[in-house]
Structures are given as structure tokens and as C-alpha cells.
């Protein structure tokens, strides 16, 4: 509505404009009968402001296009040169054809001056009148559309105020139906909470069954290492210490378990970093011992971490025992990426002195390699040895996917 008020406004200046070029051009044709009133030597100068202050009102209306410009600058000089010529003939003797040429030059720019205003009143029309008249269209073209579009809303509101009514006629049939049921949900509910466990119990519960499993794993490594003390075999003492090993890797698993927010994940990184700290300290390692660990596995499940960590466990041992044999230093690596749903790849080993004969890894002459090869079938995994110094096993673990189509 205030666009409408604005374009209405707007063509009522250009309409006053129009009257207003209307007036200055009798005020032109004023000034033309006062030159030729020879005795009103006034009169002239009267009609030249007039015309003059009329042409600035007229030019310099708000509304004025940019085009009117030009015009009014050639209107001022022309009226400047009829000024000119008027004085002029005034000065020259009567009959003289210097008078004939001077009035001849008056009454062109008089009519120039004529067609100035012409061309300003064409541009009012065209510029001016025509827009806004195009503009109104415009905006009864667009109050058409809305009122049609408003019709057409009280239409689909009446239409879904009857739906509205027919859906709350339903909601009443139906609201006792649904009490009814709400009632017997709530009281089948109640029996259901009597009956079951929460989840919050439940965790309770496996934490402290993994926390138990674990303080009698810590029982277990105790008693054999008490056992130890009565030991005076180096092979018979070696043994010992292996199981004490074995059961420690296992302990800290369960540890790992009732320590975890979330007990089918288990934080993968915390559980390795503290599994190679206790085979140091286990081992008494004396040596410049640098550690390339790279775990990228966030958690894993128990059923996975186990044997992973028992593999490790033996992997590491071995190395501790028989790899750096005369060296000074020596590096532990375990690198482990992927993900128990796509696959697991742990590169684990180290840089000593290696197998003699490498081409005889894979047949197991002891516990420990026998464990080795075990484990990894426990994980679905296939098991290399890499080639170069030391002993570097790759694991990679076959897809979920995979494990169960062989299943």
C-alpha cells in the first residue's frame, strides 16, 4: 500500500509539472507581446523574470529527470539571447534591415525557446507519466494476485478447519481407548522394571566381574611367582616368569575392562603402552631401549584384545630375550591401524639379530612360537615375517564380513 501511496504521489508531480510548463509557456508568449510593445520599455524586463523564475520551479521540481537538465540549461540561453536582441532592437533606426534581421534572430530563438518546453513536456509524458502509469499497473497486477492468493488461503483454511473438526471428533472417539491402553503399558511396565536388571546395574555387575577375574588372575601371577622363590633351575625359573607374564597380559585386560567407561571398548593405546611397561620392569631391560610405537586404534572389544595382547605379549618377550644379545640398544616396534569391523594390521617385533634361518619361523619349536601361531588364528588373521634385521611379524586380520561367510 505505501508503494501505491508513493507512485500515486509521484504522478501527481509530474501532473503539476505538466501545469506548470503550461503556465511558462504563456508566460513565453507574454513576453513575445511585451517586445513588441515598443512604448512599455518596462514591461519587458517584468515578463523576462517572470518567464525566468517561472522556467526554475518548473526545471527543478523533485521529480525532474536527469534528461530535463540539458533543456533548462538551453532555455537560460536562450532567453539570455532574446534579452540580448530585445535591447538590441531598440538601439537600431526603425525600417533599417539591421532591425528586419535582429527581429527575424528574436522571434527564431523565441520559437526555440517554445520547442525547449515542448521537448520537456514530451519527456514528462514519456519519462514521468508513462513509468508511473506502468508502475500502477504493476501494482494492480500484483493487488490482483494477492487478493486471488488470499481467497485461495481462506479457502484451504476453511478446508482445513473441517479436517481439523473431523480429526478432533476422531481424537475424542479414541482418547478412552487410549487411557485404557496407557494404563495397562504403564502397569506391564512396572512388572517389567521389578523383573529386569537396569543397564546401569548390569555395567555395575560386569565391572565387578571383571574386576574380580582380575584380582584372581593377580592371585594366580602371586602365587607363581612364590612359587619362583623355590626354583634354582635358569630353564625351570624362565618358564615361571613366561606364565607370569601370560597371566599378567591377561589380568591387565580385565583391568582395562572395569576401568572403561564403556566395557566393549577398550582404550587400545592405555592397554599396550601398559603392557610393554610391565615386560620392561618383568625383564629388568638395563639397555638403551627406544620404542617406535604407533597404535591408531582407538578401542576394541575384549573378545579381540586378548589374544592381540597375548601375541604381543609372547612377540616382545622373545625379543627381550633373545634379540639384543650383545648390544648395547636396540628398538621395540608396534604399529597397529585399522578398524575390528574392516580389519586389524599390527606390525610388532624389533631390530636384533634375528632368526639364523628365517625360512623356519613358522614351524613352531616352543610354547611360545606354538602361542604366537595360535593366537593369530584366533584373531582370523594371516601372519608374515618381514624381511631385513631383526624380527618384524605382520598380522592382518580378515573383515568382519569375511570371518563370517567363513563361519
Known amino acids: 500500500m505505501s508503494r501505491t501511496v508513493k507512485v500515486q504521489e509521484r504522478m501527481n508531480g509530474h501532473v503539476a509539472q505538466l501545469e506548470q510548463f503550461t503556465h511558462l509557456g504563456a508566460a513565453i508568449d507574454r513576453l513575445a507581446v511585451a517586445h513588441a510593445a515598443m512604448d512599455d520599455a518596462d514591461a519587458w524586463g517584468q515578463e523576462l523574470a517572470r518567464v525566468r523564475d517561472m522556467s526554475h520551479r518548473a526545471f527543478g521540481q523533485p521529480q525532474a529527470t536527469t534528461s530535463m537538465a540539458p533543456i533548462r540549461g538551453q532555455m537560460e540561453r536562450d532567453l539570455a539571447a532574446c534579452d540580448s536582441l530585445h535591447h538590441q532592437t531598440r538601439q537600431l533606426a526603425s525600417g533599417s534591415e539591421e532591425l528586419q534581421m535582429a527581429e527575424a534572430v528574436l522571434g527564431l530563438m523565441m520559437q526555440r525557446t517554445r520547442s525547449h518546453l515542448d521537448n520537456a513536456v514530451r519527456i514528462v509524458h514519456k519519462e514521468g507519466l508513462g513509468q508511473t502509469s506502468v508502475l500502477l499497473g504493476n501494482q494492480w497486477n500484483r493487488a490482483q494476485w494477492l487478493l486471488g492468493l488470499a481467497s485461495l488461503f481462506a479457502l484451504v483454511c476453511a478446508v482445513l478447519a473441517a479436517y481439523v473438526a473431523r480429526l478432533w471428533a476422531s481424537a475424542n ?105 610391565d615386560l620392561v620392569s618383568a625383564y629388568n631391560i638395563r639397555m638403551r631401549l627406544k620404542m617406535d610405537v604407533d597404535i591408531q586404534v582407538d578401542t576394541l572389544g575384549v573378545d579381540t584384545l586378548t589374544p592381540l595382547g597375548l601375541l ?96
Request: hydrophobic share 35%; net charge neutral.
Open 312 to 407: 604381543i605379549n609372547e612377540v616382545v618377550s622373545n625379543s627381550f630375550k633373545h634379540a639384543f644379545k650383545g648390544r648395547d640398544e636396540g628398538t621395540i616396534i608396534l604399529h597397529l591401524n585399522g578398524t575390528e569391523e574392516g580389519g586389524l594390521l599390527l606390525r610388532v617385533g624389533d631390530d636384533g639379530i634375528g632368526l639364523p634361518n628365517k625360512d623356519t619361523w613358522h614351524k613352531p619349536n616352543s610354547l611360545g612360537m606354538d602361542l604366537i601361531h595360535t593366537l593369530s588364528g584366533q584373531l582370523n588373521a594371516t601372519m608374515t615375517l618381514e624381511p631385513g634385521p631383526g624380527m618384524v611379524y605382520q598380522l592382518i586380520s580378515a573383515p568382519e564380513v569375511e570371518v563370517r561367510r567363513r563361519a
Open 173 to 277: 472417539e479414541r482418547s478412552t481407548l487410549l487411557a485404557r491402553t496407557g494404563e495397562e503399558l504403564e502397569r506391564r511396565n512396572r512388572e517389567l522394571r521389578e523383573t529386569m536388571l537396569s543397564k546401569e546395574e548390569k555395567e555395575v555387575m560386569l565391572k565387578e566381574i571383571h574386576h574380580r577375574v582380575k584380582n584372581n588372575l593377580q592371585i594366580v601371577r602371586s602365587l607363581i611367582r612364590f612359587q619362583t622363590d623355590k626354583v634354582s633351575d635358569p630353564r625351570t625359573l624362565e618358564l615361571f616368569n613366561e606364565c607370569v607374564n601370560r597371566v599378567g597380559a591377561m589380568a591387565l585386560v580385565h583391568e582395562q575392562t572395569y576401568m572403561s567407561k564403556d566395557l566393549a571398548n577398550i582404550n587400545v593405546a592405555n592397554y599396550l603402552n601398559s603392557l610393554v611397561r
